[in-house]
């Protein structure tokens, strides 16, 4: 792994406080263009956050300030609002350093369409401190066999239609 893709990938196993109180000011106050355009390296220094913390800890951020705003959707169904989307992902990432053999760092494949349990399973792997491979679901199988023989995952997660 080289050392910009563990510092953008590779989190801690809990939020770091002081990034969660610089990511809910930024969060409050920020419209939705100025969130586009974050640099997580630019953040970090700003803020004095290590690097490594910020992604996972923008979702836990933005559930403090907004938990009963919608998070997401799948169609025209509303999944989660941020409160319970953080929740899930947390349990979720307890279930992933639960696994056998899995320490912060590892890294977990995600062969699945687009769906929410590919959202939850993305936030949770970062959460637990994991490296996340995502695959595009239309590879064809003998493309995700490379990717799964070359990267280094101990664990893949598919949807059923891409384990046949």
């Keep these: 792994m080289n050392e910009a893709e563990g510092r953008f990938t590779v989190l801690r196993q809990s939020a770091d406080p002081a990034a969660v109180n610089a990511i809910e000011q930024l969060v409050r106050e920020a419209t939705d263009r100025d969130l586009n355009r974050i640099?997580?390296?630019?953040?970090?220094?700003?803020?004095?956050?290590?690097?490594?913390?910020?992604i996972a800890t923008f979702l836990h951020a933005t559930a403090r300030c907004f938990p009963n705003a919608p998070a997401l959707s799948f169609g025209d169904e509303?999944?989660?609002?941020?409160a319970g989307l953080q929740e899930r992902v947390a349990r979720l990432a307890g279930g992933l350093r639960a696994l056998p053999g899995v320490k912060p760092g590892d890294r977990i494949a995600l062969a699945?369409?687009?769906?929410?349990?590919?959202?939850?399973?993305?936030?949770?792997?970062?959460h637990a401190g994991l490296c996340i491979v995502p695959m595009n679901a239309k590879l064809h199988p003998k493309e995700f066999a490379f990717i799964l023989e070359n990267c280094g995952v101990g664990y893949c997660f598919a949807t059923p239609d891409l384990t046949g």
């Design 112 to 126: 699945m369409k687009n769906s929410p349990q590919y959202i939850e399973l993305m936030w949770a792997g970062w």
């Design 78 to 82: 509303l999944i989660h609002r941020y």
């Design 39 to 54: 640099n997580v390296f630019d953040f970090a220094a700003r803020y004095g956050v290590a690097e490594d913390h910020v």
